[in-house]
């Protein structure tokens, strides 16, 4: 990895549900797999430095800057990213910013993030909307779905401009070729769908730079048909959300059916291995956080109640993410098109 450009990431380490304590054990390990990364830790600098003399790590890789505020879930997002000047997560924004640091990430307030992205780091020249992607697991390969939780409410050019920035990322950062792309809908029939599907639909259908293969239902996301899974942030949410609370249903019942009884225990000692293995499937710490894409820099969102799997995944992608240069490209395709589009 010798060869791999430096990358600073920072990360904030207020605002998750599990403490600072496991953003450094994340941190520390997310070190050992990328040698060209270093770190910044926003937060109580007496706080972190105790919780890091815990670790051995290179000291030149970790650096620790100051932040006395922090912003909770229950601050309103833009007052709190305009007054909380000197918030764990408003200095690390700032970081990137400044261009310190190339990218950020955060379990902290989902508001409080995609306020700070657009105010503090800023929209990148010629992005109309910056959407919330993320990864969403499938009986196959994950899927991409944006937006998710940035644009509600989005008009017909947003959402192929998601589409564009959808398509590029899964092809530098997951290796898709040519990635499929869908709109949601309540059918998949061309003429279905609310006004915002049927305005958007022939657009998609009329843009040559995207692999578009019409709509798909919410059913069928789990089947893993399609690579990039285009809708506004409303639908986004929605979806996401069911996804997430349906899983830990079916978690909750699996477990109980599988501890009702003795033969139903001993079933469970059998199955115990390739259950796992399946589950690891949906588990949020193989699959990093969710980018807030058009940016002028990366900014990754985690769960609230991440743990330190998912914070060293992140590390992972903003790594692949600032090697493969994928703002760039996004940048690079958006323009290339809108140049197309203006000839014809």
């Given amino acids: 990895m010798s060869d791999k450009k430096k990358v600073n990431i920072v990360i904030d380490t207020f605002g998750g549900d599990n403490g600072p304590e496991v ?20 937060g109580h600098e007496e706080e972190l430095k105790n919780l890091l003399s815990q670790y051995a790590y290179d000291k030149d890789r970790i650096r620790v800057v100051n932040a006395t505020e922090e912003i909770t879930c ?24 400044d261009g310190t640091c190339d990218a950020f990430i955060s379990a902290g307030s989902s508001g409080a ?26 009986s ?3 899927s991409f779905l944006l937006d998710c939780g940035a644009n509600v ?16 990322y899964m092809e530098n950062i997951e290796g898709r070729k040519n990635p499929t792309v869908a709109i949601v809908n309540i059918g998949t029939e061309e003429e279905k769908g609310n006004a915002l599907v049927k305005e958007t639909y022939p657009l998609l259908k009329a843009c040559k730079d995207i692999n578009f293969v019409g709509s798909i239902e919410a059913r069928e996301i789990p089947d893993g048909k399609v690579d990039v899974i ?40 059998l199955v115990k291995k390739p259950m ?69």
């Fill in 140 to 142: 196959g390969k994950p």
């Fill in 276 to 344: 796992k293995k399946t589950l690891s499937k949906f588990s949020a710490s193989n699959k990093g956080g969710a980018p807030l894409l058009g940016l002028k820099g990366l900014v990754v969102k985690i769960h609230g109640n991440a743990k330190e799997g998912e914070v060293i995944s992140a590390i992972r992608q903003c790594n692949e993410f600032v090697q493969k240069d994928v703002s760039g490209k996004i940048i690079e395709g958006l323009i290339a098109e809108e140049e197309n589009d203006k000839s014809e």
């Fill in 153 to 168: 409410d989005a008009r017909p050019e947003v959402l192929v401009q998601f589409a564009r920035m959808g398509s590029i």
């Fill in 113 to 138: 993030i995609l306020a700070g992205g657009q105010f503090v780091v800023g929209r990148t020249r010629g992005i109309k909307r910056t959407p919330l992607g993320v990864m969403v697991p499938t």
């Fill in 23 to 42: 953003v450094v054990r994340g941190a520390v390990k997310g070190l050992e797999e990328n040698s060209n990364v270093t770190i910044y830790l926003t």
């Fill in 230 to 269: 285009v809708t506004e942030a409303f639908v986004g949410n929605v979806i996401i959300k069911l996804y997430e609370g349906l899983g830990k249903t079916l978690l909750s019942e699996i477990k109980t059916s599988m501890l009702s009884s003795f033969k139903s225990k001993v079933g469970a000692i």
């Fill in 74 to 97: 229950h601050d309103a997002p833009v007052e709190a990213v305009k007054k909380k000047k000197d918030s764990s997560l408003v200095v690390a924004l700032n970081l990137v910013k």
